[in-house]
């Protein structure tokens, strides 16, 4: 358990942050005591949205393979309103070139899909990271501040992982 001035971290995160605007709300509705909270069920559970698994196994954590799919058959079409016929003949083009993939990974050829050498140096980091936390090595606390430390923002202030 990660300490704060020798605290665990979610007393001091309900020092700082919460037990303030408890007390404020309190000014607000004296019978604050008597209101009860019940915690509701993620919109959104962590099973969902979490990529730490993926992470250590070396897996994709984001739809980047999706966009560079779009982004070839884009290329491919040539335009953004292609007529039916164009975009039958593209789904075709694109459905041959997939055969094509399938038959060289059946036939036992291996298909190297280019990285950006800062991406994989990124993703080498954070498996480093996720290994160092599951193995003890660095606590919680520790670990996010150091992957913090990775996130990169690009010219329009979107973060590159």
């Known amino acids: 358990m990660s300490l704060i001035f020798n605290k665990p971290f979610h007393i001091y995160f309900y020092d700082l942050f919460l037990q303030n605007q408890i007390a404020e709300l309190g000014l607000?509705?004296?019978?604050?005591n008597q209101i009860r909270l019940q915690r509701a069920p993620a919109l959104f559970p962590p099973e969902a949205w979490n990529v730490y698994r993926m992470t250590l196994e070396g897996h994709e954590r984001t739809n980047n393979a999706m966009e560079g799919w779009n982004n070839s058959f884009r290329n491919l079409?040539?335009?953004t309103?292609?007529?039916l016929w164009?975009?039958?003949k593209g789904i075709k083009q694109d459905q041959t070139m997939v055969l094509t993939t399938i038959t060289q990974i059946k036939r036992g050829i291996q298909i190297n899909?280019?990285?950006k050498r800062k991406y994989k140096a990124c993703q080498d980091r954070l498996q480093r990271l996720c290994r160092e936390t599951r193995d003890g090595h660095r606590d919680t606390l520790e670990a996010l501040r150091a992957i913090g430390?990775?996130?990169v923002l690009d010219r329009k202030n979107e973060p590159i992982i």
């Open 28 to 32: 607000i509705w004296p019978n604050l």
């Open 86 to 88: 164009t975009l039958i």
């Open 149 to 151: 430390h990775c996130i």
């Open 81 to 83: 309103n292609p007529s």
């Open 113 to 115: 899909v280019p990285k």
């Open 77 to 79: 079409i040539g335009h």
